[in-house]
């Protein structure tokens, strides 16, 4: 049986019998949405506030994220060192004992996760940096369009020159090319997190860690980086029905999209625990153990191993 689907089968068990985990979740994403639009997006500052404010949200988000992988990550314990009988009867009271480990996970965990965190965001900027500057050209254009209200799109072209016209085709081009390029390296590194929390590698030995799990498990991280692939367009589908259908209407169906928003963020925080679950399972270290709950799980990783490879 390939790794997938026996990570499937021990994240669903974890995600459904601790709670806690998703609390945190809900909680970390209501505070970044409160916090973000008052701050950096929003206020009429210079670049340097602008750049201190981003600094500090994105250490914020860090001390967050490293409290929340460490619970993720004894929750992940507590399931495999479980006898087989506990294991169906995980309590409520276990699952919030899980609050323990968050204020000492940001004490022993801030500092990786925060160096991983920034390096993400620099290659992002400078992947989209080229865009942004294409963006500041092409923004007098977008305010003779708002200006003008025209819906027609044959009508929109009919303002712009033939130059314009290259510069917005040029604009689009650069920022699909760098959504790819960020989109490859985002899922290359997916892994980097369980890595510095389960087995404390720093964030550049994580990064080339969970770029080489996908040659020993290819098949498995194929499966895997669909679901979370399927899980982000949800989620988007979502926000955006939500922006262009829903803001207007009756409560019932804002109550509806409600639903579905926490039912897409339960399928994104299942997929980060089914990452935990992935690397304390099958690392790729010569020398690191990997997590079995008996001997017979451990003979079946072994046959896992060879067939996914």
């Known amino acids: 049986m390939l790794p997938f689907f026996s990570v499937i089968q021990d994240s669903f068990r974890i995600w459904s019998r601790n709670t806690a985990l998703i609390y945190v979740y809900l909680l970390t994403v209501t505070l970044l949405t409160w916090l973000l639009p008052r701050s950096v997006f929003q206020v009429a500052a210079p670049t ?71 390096i993400q965001f620099l290659v992002a900027f400078l992947l989209y940096y080229p865009v942004t500057q294409r963006w500041i050209e092409i923004s007098p254009l977008i305010d003779r369009v708002a200006a003008t209200k025209l819906n027609d799109v044959q009508q929109v072209l009919t303002l712009f020159n033939d130059a314009e016209k290259n510069v917005i085709q040029s604009f689009s ?50 499966f895997l980086v669909f679901g979370f692939f399927t899980a982000g367009v949800l989620f988007y589908l979502l926000s955006l029905l939500g922006t262009l259908f829903l803001m207007n209407q009756p409560v019932g169906l804002a109550f509806v999209f409600v639903l579905l928003q926490v039912f897409a963020m339960l399928t994104l925080v299942f997929c980060v625990i089914t990452l935990f679950v992935f690397v304390s399972r099958f690392p790729v270290q010569k020398n690191a153990v990997a997590i079995q709950t008996n001997s017979e799980e451990s003979s079946n990783a072994e046959n896992a191993t060879d067939s996914d490879a």
């Open 48 to 118: 340097e506030q602008k750049l201190l404010l981003a600094v500090v949200l994105t250490l914020l988000l860090a001390a967050l994220l490293s409290g929340w992988f460490t619970m993720i990550a004894q929750a992940c314990e507590n399931f495999y060192q479980a006898e087989p009988a506990s294991k169906k009867s995980i309590t409520d009271e276990r699952s919030f004992k899980l609050f323990t480990v968050f204020l000492p996970g940001i004490s022993k965990n801030f500092l990786s996760i925060a160096v991983g965190l920034s």
């Open 173 to 222: 081009w650069q920022w699909i090319v760098s959504s790819f390029q960020f989109l490859a390296i985002s899922i290359l590194v997916m892994f980097w997190a369980p890595y510095t929390i389960l087995h404390k590698k720093m964030s550049l030995v994580a990064f080339g860690l969970s770029a080489k799990q996908y040659f020993k498990y290819p098949v498995s991280c194929i």
